[in-house]
């Protein structure tokens, strides 16, 4: 296998320097403590890790305002700190790729102190100035709970420069090629400090014309496509990830000709897997997916069920939108923008078959699943905490003072523990769950573990979705080359059951993948099956080499 496709068959885990582990106990995570607890993710099972910004930055959008990117917020540690976390990382076999905000930077950089200085500032043209806020109308406003306009006044020049987020992320100007070329340096910098590639952020907005909504230009796609361009030759098997929350066919856009990202973020999907379990109806997952499947090869979709944003409803239709509301936003708190700010264990309030369910589709539909870290354990939210910092609360490793994450005293941690009964970081935590064979953290690494039985018909094969009379159930084959797994899932909170127009596969053998248990041969009939509520079942089908009658003997160890 080529090793520069290592991301079609990798298991990711989306980390925040400051909320893994704090190895100097001043209250905020940083590198080394990081490197500590590599081993813990190597052992759930984790590829590749995608780390939120940790450059330079007076934190306004917690890291996503660059005010150096040559260098380490110095709260996460130093140089040789991230070099040394990025060789272990990699000494374990997991790769690194790491967030590149290329939209925006901070308005503490010099590059954008100089450039409002004075109209004359070689670096004025690295932003965009105006008269007036008049400009790039049909740009929508993106965090619509805090700002009014995209343009913010710079009362020393008597202008305004434009700004997609915060003010205090003034947007970069990609018509000045010198933006360009910097951009390309930082990249070239920290790949040849050994990081493996990129999560690129807010990637439509780079360029704006007039009269466009200055999201998707075909001016963005080249830009993009020659920085592919350069990380192939200069860098080969680092790779670029887009975060385009984008309808459907612009989404697909990203991936050019196979030629532009290696993946995106299904952010199609996701939202529709939330739907489909509202509605208990298999429908939008499988329109989704019909629309977005066909994309060039050796691209893949990155699957996610949470971030460290809100779950971002901006892309969906009003009544999608109400539904997700009704359903999993009850309380106005819990909404932010136009999203939900809550983990994947409350959103589904604490479920645990809808939790596994709902991994079992990620880890199963094709694409790259990625993980939030906390999310293997069940962490809890605090949706009084303002902006997303709900979800961003630091890790719970053990039942100790701070979840085990930090020595300090409770004051001094850059946001408090989860302390909620239901999801308290005494019972909620890795070394509890790891004692207890049933945790949800245990049966996260069986689900990847099981993943990576058959990782290359699950990261690469192609799916067939199954007729069935029964909305309740969505049912898809995976095919790869010869291997073939049937995979079903009872969308709804009642036991119920299916028949299979299976005829294709006459003769198969299904078998349940995460115990070995034995099924019925496919037959001349419909295959029936019952599946209890929020249930789920992956069957790998085999050539049978024994009867049916067989299935019985032997030992059963579960
Ligand atoms: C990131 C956000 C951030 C925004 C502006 C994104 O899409 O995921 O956390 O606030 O870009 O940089």
């Known amino acids: 296998m080529n090793d520069n496709l290592w991301y079609r068959d990798a298991v990711f885990y989306e980390i925040a320097v400051k909320s893994f582990h704090d190895s100097n106990n001043d209250g905020i995570g940083d590198f080394n403590g990081l490197t500590m607890k590599l081993e813990y993710l190597k052992n759930l099972g984790i590829d590749a890790i995608w780390l939120l910004p940790f450059y330079k930055s007076p934190l306004r959008d917690d890291g996503y305002d660059i005010s150096d990117y040559y260098s380490i917020l110095p709260e996460y540690g130093t140089m040789e700190d991230f070099k040394n976390f990025i060789s272990k990382a990699h000494s374990y076999s997991i790769r690194v790729i790491a967030d590149l905000v290329i939209n925006h930077i901070s308005d503490q950089n010099q590059w954008f102190i100089d450039a409002r200085s ?42 305004y420069y434009f700004h997609r987020f915060y003010s205090q992320q003034p947007d970069l100007n990609y018509d000045n090629p010198e933006v360009r070329e910097e951009m390309k340096n930082v990249i070239r910098y920290w ?21 466009t909504s200055c ?52 952010f199609p999907l996701m939202p529709r897997i939330f739907i489909s379990l509202a509605k208990r109806s298999n429908r939008s997952i499988i329109d989704i997916i019909n629309q977005i499947s066909d994309i060039p090869d050796d691209c893949d979709w990155c699957i996610f069920l949470r971030n460290h944003d809100e779950l971002t409803l901006e892309m969906v239709t009003d009544e999608e939108r109400d539904i997700m509301y009704n359903e999993y936003a009850k309380l106005p708190k819990m909404r932010l923008n136009m999203g939900i700010r809550r983990r994947l264990a409350p959103l589904v309030d604490n479920d645990r078959s809808t939790i596994e369910l709902l991994n079992a589709l990620i880890f199963s539909l094709p694409g790259t699943p990625i993980l939030y870290y906390g999310d293997e354990l069940g962490m809890g939210d605090n949706i009084y905490l303002g902006d997303r910092n709900g979800v961003r609360t630091p890790m719970q490793w053990s039942y100790d003072r701070n979840a085990g994450f930090s020595k300090v005293d409770a004051e001094q941690l850059y946001a408090p523990v989860i302390t909620n009964p239901n999801y308290h970081y005494e019972s909620v935590n890795v070394e509890s769950e790891l004692r207890i064979s049933s945790s949800l953290l245990n049966w996260m690494k069986k689900i990847i573990g099981v993943r990576k039985d058959y990782k290359e018909l699950l990261g690469r094969g192609a799916i067939e979705f199954i007729n069935n009379k029964n909305q309740r159930v969505l049912a898809y084959i995976r095919k790869y080359e010869n291997q073939r797994m049937l995979c079903l899932f009872n969308l709804s909170r009642r036991p119920t059951y299916v028949e299979l ?58």
Do not use: C
């Open 118 to 159: 004075d109209k004359n500032s070689k670096k004025r043209d690295w932003f965009i100035w105006n008269d007036t806020p008049d400009k790039f109308k049909d740009a929508r406003i993106i965090f619509i709970d805090t700002e009014n306009s995209n343009w913010a006044y710079e009362a020393g020049t008597k202008q």
């Open 191 to 211: 790949l040849n400090l050994g990081l493996d590639g990129f999560r690129a952020d807010a990637v439509p907005y780079l360029f704006k014309r007039e009269g």
């Open 215 to 266: 999201e998707n230009l075909p001016e963005t796609h080249e830009y993009f496509k020659e920085i592919r361009k350069m990380m192939d030759i200069e860098f080969p098997g680092t790779i670029l990830l887009a975060e385009a929350n984008q309808w459907p066919t612009e989404a697909k856009k990203y991936f050019g000709n196979g030629d532009e990202f290696h993946m995106a973020f299904n």
């Open 501 to 558: 127009d299976l005829s294709n596969y006459k003769g198969l053998k299904p078998i349940e993948a995460f115990t070995k248990a034995p099924f019925p041969r496919i037959g001349d009939l419909n295959y029936f099956i019952t599946i209890p509520p929020r249930g789920f079942f992956w069957f790998n089908l085999i050539i049978p080499e024994t009867d049916d009658s067989m299935d019985f003997e032997g030992e059963d160890n579960y």
